[in-house]
C-alpha cells in the first residue's frame, strides 16, 4: 500500500486561549493540486506552517510521506518546499546565489546543485535573470525565484501560502500556470481566499473556517456548492411580483429597483424567463445568473458544519 | 558542519553585501591606526628625547589605564561596533519572512544560529586580523618585541568580541525591529560590564553579579595573564547566549505558556552561573602567563614565600574601624569582592585563602576627622549609629571599643583600618594605606606572608644617651620605620619590627637582628661600649650613625671596626641649599646592596643619597671587614672645620684633591663570624633617613625610595623587603626612523583604511548595478 503523501490527524494549535486550529484532520494520497481555502484568519496559514514545520502543533499528529513532522523534522522537511505568503527572500543575493542557498539548505548533495538550478531557472522562467539581485527584480519574478526555491530539491509536496497575493493580473496568470505545470508531477497545497483561484487550478479542495475543516471533496463537488440559484434581471414593463413567483420554479422574488429584480428558483429558469419576457411583454433588457461569493460560501459551510 | 558553513557564508555575504561592515571596518582601521602612529610618535620622542623605557610593548599595547594604550582603546570602542552589526542577524529574517525559509528547511535550530554567529566569529577574526597588522608593525619597529603578550591581549578582545556578538544574536531574536536589536544589545553589554557595581553589599547576589560582570576580564587578557575561569567565562556567556537563542526561536515555534518560557531562560541561566561559579573557583583555575617579563605573576621570592603557606588554612581577617577615612573606598560590605580580587595574584597559589571582615568602631587618636567635626554633639556611639547607616551596615554587627580589644589590640596602629594575616597560629598585620592605592602592593602582602614563615628581622634603637628615636621629630626616625598605614615604604609595612634596647640595662638578646645606634648625645659607658663590642664581635648586624657634632661618643664603636671619623665637617656648593646640605654620590660599588634593578637604574641614573650636616669616613684597618663605600662625596664638596668661636669654616687642607672627589660618607662593612656574614653599616650622617629627609620632595635624592629599603635588606641579609621587582624589559628601543614612522602615518591613517574603502565601495556598486 503507498504511503500518504501528507497525512493529518486530528491537529489542533492555538497561540493563546483560543485554538486557532481546532481537530483537522485529511490525508493526500495522490498528485495533483490541493487548494485550501478559507477566509482571513480562518486558521490556513497556521495549517500550513505547521504541515512545514515552521510551527509546532498543541496537538494532533503531520505525517510527510510517512515521516511524523515534530519527531523527524529534519527528514521530514527534505520532502517538503515551502513558499509562505511573503517570499522568503535574501534581497541582497542573485537568484543563483540565493538558490544555491536554499538547495544547500535542502541538503541536496552539491553535484545535483547546478543541474537542479538550471532546471528550476528554466522551469520558472527566470534563466534570464540569474545574475540579477533580487531586490532589483519585479514583484511578480520575485514570486518565481519563491516558487523556484521551494521546489529546486524536487519536493514531494509543495505548499503555497497564498501565492498570487499582490501581484498585478498579468503576473497572477503566470504564476498560476506555473503552480499548475507543477502541480502535475507532485503534490501542491495551495492556501486562498480567491475563489477563482480554486477553481483555476485546483482539483481538489479543503475548506477550513473558524479553525476547523469544513469541506473536503473535489473541484466538482465544490462546484455544486457554488450553484447559482439567483437570477437578476432588468426589464422596462416589470410585471407584478406575484405573475411571477407563480412560474413553476421561482421560490421568491425581491425587488430591487423599479425596473431590476432578483428571482430566486429551484430549478433552471432562465429559458423561461425569457419565453415569458417576449409573450407578455415585459421587455427584457437584461438577464444574468448571480454567483455565490466566496463568503456567502464560507457562511453557508460554516453553518452546515459548526 | 556543512550546512553551518552554508549559512555562515550567506550570513557573511549579507552583510558584506551591506555598507555597515565596510563603514565599520574603515573605521576600526582609521581609530586604532591613529593611536597606534599616536603612540609611536609618543614613545619615539620620549626615547629621542633621552628617557629611557623598559616594556615598550606593554606601554603601545596593555598598559591598562585609561585609553592609552591600543588594545585598551580598542577594548573601549567594541561595544559602538558590534550592535550594529549582530541588529540584523535574526531580526532581518524575522521582519522580512524569510525566517520561514530555514525553519521550513531541513535544518535545526542549533545549525542555523551557529551557522549565523559563526558568520559573527569570521568577522571579529577580521577586526582582530586587523589589529595584527598593527601588532606585525610593533614587532617591526620595537627591539625585542613581546608578541606573546599582544597575542593574549588580542586574544582577550577577539572573545570579547565573540561574546558581544553572542548576545547581539539573542537581541536580534527578540524582536523584528533592527534598531530596537541594536539599542537592546547596546544596553545588555553595558549592563554586564556595570553588573559589579549593583548589589555588592548583599551576600552571595553580590558573587553571582561579580562574576557575570564583564569588566575587568578582557583587562587580564590584555595584561598578559590568561586564566582558565577568564576564557571560560567568555565561553559560558557565548554558549549560554546562543542556547538562549536557540530556546527564544523553538519556543516561539510552538505555543508555550509564559512561565514554561521563563522557567526556561532562568534554568539556563542557573546553569551557566552554576558553571561560573565552579569555574571560577581557585582551586580550579589555572593560569598563564604569557608576558615576557611575568608580570602578571608574583615574584619568584613571592612564590617561593606562599609554597610553604599551603599546609593550612591562610585567613585574611580586616579589622574594619568604621570611622576610618578608608572605609569608604575599600572597606564597606560592596567592597568585599573588588578586595578579593585585589589579591587574585596570591589566590593564584593561595586557593585556600579566605577573607573575613570584622567591623568596628574606635576613635583615631590625632587629628579627629571631618567626621567629628561635623557632628560634635553626638557621643561617639551615636556617630557610629550614624556611619553605620549610612553604609548600610547593620549596627549590631558592628564592635564596639571595649569589644574590639578583646578580639585585637589596635592601639599601637592608631585604630586603623587593618587586616591580620592567620596561619597556623601565627599572626601578622598587613595594613592599608592613606595613599592614592590604598591597598597593599607584592612588597607589603609577601613580606608580611614571609613574616609567617621565619622570623622577622628585628631592629633594635639604642636609646638612653639622647640619639634619635622612632619619634615624629624632624630629626627622628618615625617615617622611615614605624609610620605604618601613613607611609606605604615604611620598614615596618616590609617586614621589620622595631624596638627600643637601652644598653645600661639590657642584655643585647639574640633576637635583634640589627643594632641601629644613632648620634648619640652623651658618651657611652665602658660597660655599654663593652655591650655592643662584645655584639659585633659575635656577627651581629648593626647600623651606626653619627654626626659631626657628636662623633667622639662613637669613636671608640666605629674604630673597633677599623673606621674613623674624619675631622670637619662636609660643605657643598650648591646654589639652592645651605653648603652643609649634601648630596652624596652613590657609587657603583653600592650595587652590593642589593640586586634590586630598581636601585641599580637609580644608581646608573645618578640620583644622590641626601645627607645634611656629614661628616667623611676613613677605613684606617681593613684587615677585618671587607669595606664598600656606599654614599660618596662629589668634587663640590670639600671638608671643613668649624671655628667655634667664630663659627666659620675653614677648609681642611689635610686630603689630597683627588680624595676630596670621592670621601666615603656611608661605608658597608661585611665578614664572616662562623657561619654567618656579619654585616655593618657606618654613616657620616644621621640624617639620611630621618623625618625630613623622608618627606623631602625638592631634590632627586633615592633615600626613601631605593637606598634605605636596600640598605636595610642588605642589613637583614636579604631577608626583607622581599623582592618583588620584574626584571626590566627588553623591548626598550624604537628602531625606525622618523621617515619610518611618517610612512606609518601615510599606511596606517591612508592607505590600510583606504585600501578597505576603495574595495567595499567597488563590491557594492558592482552589486548594486545587477
Given amino acids: 500500500m503507498l504511503e500518504d503523501i501528507v497525512k493529518i490527524n486530528e491537529l489542533s494549535h492555538k497561540y493563546s486561549k483560543d485554538w486557532a486550529v481546532k481537530d483537522i484532520s485529511f490525508e493526500i494520497k495522490t498528485h495533483g493540486i490541493l487548494g485550501l481555502l478559507g477566509s482571513n484568519g480562518a486558521g490556513k496559514s497556521t495549517t500550513m506552517n505547521i504541515l512545514c514545520g515552521v510551527l509546532n502543533q498543541t496537538k494532533g499528529e503531520v505525517t510527510i510521506g510517512g515521516i511524523d513532522i515534530q519527531k523527524k523534522p529534519v527528514e521530514a522537511k527534505k520532502k517538503i518546499g515551502f513558499l509562505p505568503q511573503k517570499a522568503p527572500l535574501h534581497l541582497d543575493l542573485t537568484v543563483d546565489e540565493y538558490l544555491t542557498h536554499c538547495a544547500h539548505l535542502r541538503r541536496m548533495k552539491p553535484l545535483e546543485v547546478k543541474p537542479a538550478l538550471e532546471k528550476v531557472k528554466d522551469r520558472c522562467g527566470i534563466a534570464h535573470y540569474s545574475k540579477r539581485l533580487l531586490r532589483n527584480l519585479s514583484g511578480g519574478y520575485q514570486q518565481r525565484v519563491g516558487i523556484a526555491q521551494a521546489i529546486i530539491h524536487d519536493p514531494m509536496l509543495v505548499v503555497f501560502d497564498e501565492p498570487t497575493n499582490g501581484l498585478d493580473p498579468v503576473q497572477i496568470v503566470e504564476v498560476r500556470k506555473l503552480i499548475k505545470e507543477i502541480g502535475r508531477d507532485r503534490t501542491v497545497i495551495l492556501s486562498t481566499h480567491i475563489l477563482s483561484e480554486v477553481q483555476a487550478i485546483c482539483d481538489e479542495i479543503k475548506m477550513i473556517e473558524k479553525g476547523k475543516l469544513v469541506f473536503s471533496g473535489t473541484l466538482q463537488e465544490f462546484n455544486n456548492y457554488l450553484e447559482p440559484d439567483t437570477l437578476v434581471v432588468t426589464m422596462g414593463a416589470c410585471p407584478p411580483i406575484d405573475e411571477l413567483e407563480a412560474i413553476p420554479g421561482v421560490i421568491q422574488v425581491n425587488s430591487i429597483d423599479k425596473n431590476t429584480l432578483r428571482i430566486k428558483y429551484e430549478k433552471d429558469i432562465n429559458e423561461t424567463i425569457v419565453e415569458k419576457s417576449i409573450e407578455k411583454r415585459w421587455r427584457l433588457k437584461e438577464i444574468y445568473v448571480e454567483k455565490n461569493s466566496l463568503d456567502d460560501i464560507f457562511a453557508k459551510l460554516s453553518q452546515e458544519n459548526l | ?416 583600618y587593618i587586616r591580620q594575616i592567620e596561619y597556623n597560629g601565627k599572626k601578622t598585620f598587613l595594613r592599608m594605606f592613606f595613599d592614592l592605592n590604598h591597598y597593599p602592593l607584592q612588597e607589603e602582602i609577601s613580606s608580611a606572608l614571609k613574616r609567617l614563615t621565619v622570623d622577622p628581622p628585628n631592629v633594635a634603637f639604642v636609646s638612653g644617651h639622647g640619639e634619635r628615636t622612632l619619634a615624629k621629630n624632624d630629626l627622628d626616625y618615625r617615617s622611615a620605620t614605624i609610620a605604618g598605614a601613613t607611609e606605604r615604604r615604611s620598614l615596618i609595612n616590609k617586614g621589620f619590627d622595631f624596638t627600643t634596647v637601652t644598653l645600661e640595662t639590657d642584655q643585647l638578646a639574640h633576637d635583634v637582628t640589627i643594632l641601629v645606634i644613632a648620634d648619640p648625645k652623651q658618651m657611652y659607658t665602658q660597660e655599654e661600649i663593652r655591650k655592643v663590642k662584645q655584639y659585633i664581635d659575635s656577627g651581629g648586624n648593626m647600623l651606626i650613625m653619627a654626626e659631626p657634632d657628636n662623633r667622639a661618643n662613637l669613636d671608640s664603636i666605629v674604630s673597633h671596626l677599623g673606621i674613623k671619623f674624619i675631622p670637619g665637617q662636609l660643605r657643598q656648593e650648591n646654589e639652592d641649599f645651605s653648603p652643609d646640605f649634601i648630596l652624596g654620590k652613590v657609587p657603583k660599588d653600592a650595587l652590593m646592596l642589593s640586586k634590586s634593578f630598581s636601585f641599580k637604574n637609580h644608581i646608573e641614573k645618578r640620583y644622590s643619597v641626601s645627607v645634611p650636616t656629614a661628616m667623611a669616613l676613613k677605613n684606617y684597618d681593613n684587615s677585618q671587614f671587607q669595606v664598600t663605600p656606599l654614599v660618596v662625596t662629589d668634587k663640590k664638596t670639600s671638608n671643613e672645620l668649624k671655628d667655634t668661636e667664630s663659627d666659620q669654616f675653614y677648609k681642611l687642607t689635610s686630603f689630597e684633591s683627588s680624595e676630596q672627589a670621592a670621601m666615603p660618607i656611608i661605608l658597608a662593612l661585611n665578614r664572616r663570624v662562623g657561619k654567618k656574614e656579619q654585616r655593618i653599616i657606618v654613616a657620616g650622617d644621621a640624617d639620611f633617613m630621618n623625618n625630613r629627609e623622608w618627606a623631602r620632595r625638592n631634590v632627586s635624592s633615592m633615600n626613601r625610595r631605593q637606598f634605605i629599603p636596600n640598605l636595610f635588606r642588605w642589613l637583614s641579609n636579604d631577608e626583607f623587603p622581599v623582592n618583588a621587582e620584574y626584571p626590566p624589559g627588553e623591548d626598550n628601543q624604537i628602531t625606525i626612523s622618523a621617515i619610518g614612522s611618517l610612512w606609518f602615518h601615510i599606511f596606517f591613517q591612508g592607505i590600510m583604511p583606504g585600501l578597505i574603502l576603495v574595495f567595499g565601495a567597488v563590491l557594492l556598486i558592482l552589486r548594486k548595478r545587477k
Fill in chain 2, 1 to 416: 558542519m556543512k550546512l553551518i558553513y552554508r549559512i555562515a557564508r550567506i550570513e557573511l555575504n549579507t552583510l558584506f553585501y551591506s555598507p555597515i561592515a565596510w563603514i565599520v571596518l574603515i573605521i576600526f582601521t582609521l581609530q586604532t591606526g591613529n593611536k597606534f602612529t599616536d603612540l609611536m610618535d609618543l614613545h619615539r620622542g620620549m626615547l629621542d628625547r633621552g628617557r629611557s623605557i623598559d616594556n615598550l610593548t606593554s606601554w603601545f599595547f596593555s598598559w591598562p589605564f585609561g585609553d592609552h594604550s591600543l588594545l585598551q582603546f580598542v577594548k573601549s570602542n567594541l561595544y559602538l561596533y558590534i550592535p550594529l552589526l549582530t541588529m540584523g542577524l535574526i531580526s532581518r529574517e524575522l521582519s522580512s519572512g524569510s525566517i520561514k525559509l530555514l525553519l521550513s528547511s531541513p535544518v535545526n535550530f542549533f545549525q542555523m544560529v551557529l551557522g549565523k554567529y559563526s558568520s559573527m566569529v569570521v568577522y571579529s577574526f577580521i577586526l582582530c586580523s586587523i589589529l595584527g597588522v598593527f601588532t606585525l608593525a610593533g614587532g617591526y619597529s620595537i627591539r625585542s618585541f613581546d608578541y606573546m603578550l599582544v597575542l593574549s591581549g588580542i586574544t582577550g578582545l577577539f572573545l570579547l568580541i565573540c561574546s558581544y556578538s553572542a548576545i547581539g544574536l539573542f537581541i536580534s531574536s527578540l524582536t523584528s525591529y533592527q534598531m530596537v536589536a541594536a539599542i537592546g544589545t547596546f544596553a545588555v553589554i553595558g549592563l554586564l560590564n556595570f553588573i559589579d557595581n549593583l548589589w555588592q553589599e548583599v551576600p552571595v547576589i553580590n558573587e553571582i553579579a561579580y562574576w557575570l560582570s564583564m569588566s575587568g576580564r578582557t583587562d587580564q587578557m590584555i595584561s598578559g595573564l590568561i586564566s582558565s575561569k577568564g576564557v571560560l567565562y567568555f565561553f559560558i556567556v557565548i554558549l549560554s547566549f546562543i542556547t538562549l537563542t536557540i530556546l527564544k526561536l523553538s519556543l516561539a515555534k510552538q505555543s508555550t505558556s509564559l512561565g514554561i518560557k521563563i522557567c526556561s531562560y532562568v534554568a539556563v541561566l542557573m546553569v551557566a552561573i552554576t558553571l561560573g561559579y565552579i569555574t571560577s573557583r581557585p582551586s580550579v583555575t589555572i593560569y598563564f602567563d604569557a608576558s615576557a617579563t611575568k608580570k602578571q605573576t608574583i615574584t619568584q621570592d613571592s612564590q617561593k614565600i606562599v609554597a610553604q603557606l599551603n599546609d593550612y588554612p591562610l585567613k585574611i581577617t580586616s579589622y574594619v574601624n568604621i570611622f576610618s577615612p578608608l572605609i569608604e573606598s575599600s572597606g564597606t560590605p560592596k567592597h568585599h569582592n573588588q578586595n578579593f580580587r585585589q589579591l587574585e595574584n596570591y589566590i593564584r597559589f593561595l586557593p585556600q585563602l579566605e577573607m573575613d571582615y570584622v567591623y568596628f568602631y574606635d576613635t583615631i587618636p590625632g587629628d579627629p576627622g571631618e567626621i567629628y567635626k561635623d557632628n560634635p554633639e553626638l557621643s561617639e556611639k551615636e556617630l557610629a549609629q550614624k556611619v553605620a547607616t549610612s553604609f548600610g551596615i547593620d549596627f549590631k554587627d558592628i564592635l564596639s571599643p571595649s569589644e574590639i580589644k578583646k578580639v585585637v589590640d589596635l592601639s599601637k596602629e592608631d585604630n586603623h
